[in-house]
């Protein structure tokens, strides 16, 4: 099969009425979830002259998105899911590279959606900019918008006839490398970077993550992750390949653990993909005394260093769960290695990020592109992404010539993450090159502090960083213990060149829009409050 759609649709004639997606107060069968996306797909087709164009989409998460989603598929073109929240300065970034052919919204998004179009013709429409003009009535500003990024209303295809002659016309020309989706990452830069998945990649990626976890049409994924993060392309795209559901849970709940715990147990979920900042949520409230969930069954965790004292948390009080430490950046569609946890770990050992994913070659490269046991993991495979979008220098900065192999064109992909296979054969995560630290004459990986650190009983969570400019190491934590105490603690702990030279007590981590810490908002912060 050559693209996605025919996948799902084979789930659907497997499972139609079996739930596909849902959250607290809706859900959709298979069936009705296929029929409501080519509804929109047609309603798309039928007024984008061309196809194989992206498509903003700019709905929360929802069915309505997932809908979404699967109609820019059928009509022919790609999607780029926006996150809602985002500021408009940073969509008109991305809309500068990525010229979207429309926007596909709900009607609540009206006003946000006008003032995104503003910017497009702050040029050409001098002295008219609608944002400057008196909307009234909601269905002027609809009809005006119309004249700035085409925008269709996901509400307004419930009424259209599904054509089925376009949309298999349009199915008949897609091919496996055409793109499914362009992902934004937040890009370390600030400059977003919109990473581009063809169909191939998504389908050979979810040939792997279904296979290697048993996703099956019993599966209830209780999903944590935005739509517009690499890792929830994972959980939702098993669950419309396999007739598993895929319930959302609100992000609500991940401020209130109990509340959590509860919903997952409401909604008979078996297995959950988070970043490890939701699990350790769970831990450090000490949940499991008062709730445990009934039907887990699978746990998985990537996008970030899942801490081994807040994993054996939850391996004691559940010790018949299944376990496993994904890794992987976007441009390997979501995973690349994978560790499934069958021992017990001390706390403050480091988890391993394991073995290459069925598919896929890992290479580690030192400094001078020779195979090393130590450096900068590259990886090479068919769930590679095809490079940023309009951004050929940045593209062939990172998607380089196999440096170890030079008798054939081979591209691999340079993640910037530093990694080390140990004597057991299972590599280990280092931290990324770019936030190495060079102090007092060492070489200093941030992720061995904040182990080290991080395994005291009292700390429930530590960030590491370096700051260039004065040349020191900070260490921002959560926990019961006073600053000198901590600084005494970790005199025994770490030899004097890794000790962080402050230690600055918060009561609560701030979390990035895909629930990972935030470092970047940690150092601005901290530097705008210093006045560094
Ligand atoms: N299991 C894991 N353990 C440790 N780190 C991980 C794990 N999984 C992912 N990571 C880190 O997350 C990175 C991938 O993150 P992602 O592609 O979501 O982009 P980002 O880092 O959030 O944003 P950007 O690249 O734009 O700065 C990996 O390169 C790695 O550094």
Redesign the pocket.
């Known amino acids: 099969m050559k693209n996605i759609l025919q996948y799902f649709e084979k789930t659907c004639e497997q499972f139609p009425n079996h739930i596909a997606v849902a959250n607290e107060s809706s859900s959709v069968t298979f069936n009705d979830l296929k029929t409501r996306s080519q509804q929109a797909g047609t309603m798309i087709a039928s007024e984008l002259k061309q196809d194989s164009l992206p498509v903003a989409i700019y709905i929360d998460k929802s069915l309505a998105l997932v809908e979404a989603m699967l109609s820019v598929l059928y009509s022919g073109n790609f999607y780029v899911v926006l996150d809602t929240q985002m500021p408009v300065e940073r969509v008109r970034r991305i809309f500068e590279t990525l010229q979207p052919a429309a926007i596909l919204t709900d009607k609540s998004y009206i006003d946000k959606v006008e003032s995104i179009n503003s910017f497009k013709n702050d040029n050409a429409i001098n002295s008219t900019s609608i944002t400057e003009q008196s909307c009234e009535n909601s269905q002027i500003k609809e009809d005006k918008l119309k004249t700035f990024y085409k925008t269709f209303y996901i509400e307004d295809s419930i009424s259209t006839e599904i054509d089925t002659k376009l949309l298999g016309r349009l199915r008949s020309q897609m091919t496996e490398r055409d793109p499914a989706y362009i992902l934004y ?4 830069t600030g400059q977003p ?1 919109g990473t581009v998945i063809s169909h191939r990649a998504l389908i050979a990626y979810g040939d792997w993550f279904i296979h290697a976890f048993d996703i099956n049409e019993r599966t209830v994924f209780g999903s944590q992750t935005p739509l517009y ?2 890792m929830s392309v994972s959980d939702l795209y098993a669950s419309l390949r396999t007739g598993a559901t895929y319930q959302i849970i609100p992000k609500k709940y991940f401020s209130f653990p109990m509340q959590l715990i509860e919903y997952l147990n409401t909604y008979k979920i078996n297995t959950i993909y988070w970043v490890p900042s939701a699990l350790n949520i769970v831990a450090n409230w000490d949940t499991f005394a008062y709730i445990k969930p009934e039907y887990l069954k699978k746990v998985l ?6 801490p081994v004292k807040q994993l054996n948390y939850w391996r004691k009080a559940l010790p018949d769960v299944f376990y496993a ?7 390997t569609t979501d995973i690349c290695s994978y560790y499934v946890v069958n021992r017990t770990f001390s706390d403050d050992e480091t988890l391993p ?1 394991g073995v290459a994913c069925s598919n896929c070659d890992l290479i580690i490269a030192d400094e001078n592109g020779k195979e090393a046991t130590s450096g900068e993991l590259l990886v090479r495979g068919p769930f590679l992404a095809d490079g940023y979008y309009h951004n050929p220098e940045k593209t062939a900065e990172v998607f380089v010539q196999n440096p170890l192999n030079d008798a054939y064109p081979e591209i691999v992909y340079r ?3 530093l990694v080390y296979r140990g004597e057991d054969g299972l590599l280990r ?1 280092q931290g ?1 090159k770019d936030f190495q630290i060079k102090h007092m004459g060492y070489r200093i990986e941030p992720g061995e502090i904040e182990a080290a650190i991080g395994a005291l009983p009292e700390i429930h969570a530590c960030v590491c960083i370096y700051l260039e400019t004065t040349d020191e190491i900070l260490l921002f934590y959560q926990g019961k213990i006073k600053q000198e105490a901590l600084s005494a603690a970790v005199s025994g702990k770490l030899p004097a060149y890794m000790r962080p030279n402050k230690f600055i007590r918060i009561r609560q981590m701030p979390y990035n829009s ?1 629930g ?1 810490v935030d470092r970047k908002l940690l150092k601005t912060n901290y530097l705008e409050e210093n006045q560094l």
Not at 185 to 188: H, I, K, L, P
Not at 325 to 331: A, Y
């Open positions: 990452t937040s890009g370390s970077k993060f690499s965790f990537a996008g970030e260093v899942m430490n994904l890794f992987g950046p976007t441009e990020i993640t910037g993450d995560y990324r895909n990972k």
